[in-house]
């Protein structure tokens, strides 16, 4: 994956969201070195609460934006930080964003 595709989209979830950013996590194949030409970019964006409509119509904009522009499935959800935290040792799906994760970005 090409850093400078993976920088882009980091760059325009916070253009939409900075505030709400606690941090953006690559996780999956893409994380792992294991991804093939079908992988799909597996994206974990850790927010303060939840984002309202607005924010989530332009995080999906976005999405498809870079699908089409990438010819690339780029598949980001947001998670409420507080419950990835509480959850994180619990749910197999957390278990594996902060074992396979790698940071993009993180809040100061």
Known sequence: MDIKILD??????LAIMKPSV???VLYGSVARGTNTEESDVDV?????????????????????????KYDKVFSVID???????KWEGVTP????????GIVLWKAA
Do not use: C, H, P, W
């Not at 882009?8 to 979830?13: P, R, T």
């Open 8 to 13: 882009e989209l980091v760059a325009g979830i």
């Open 22 to 24: 606690v941090r953006i």
């Open 44 to 68: 974990a964006v850790l927010v303060k609460g939840q984002l309202d409509k607005e924010m989530e119509d332009k995080l999906s904009d976005l999405v498809v934006d870079m699908n089409l």
């Open 79 to 85: 998670i409420d930080y507080e419950t990835f935290r």
């Open 93 to 100: 799906f957390y278990q594996n964003v902060t074992k396979e």
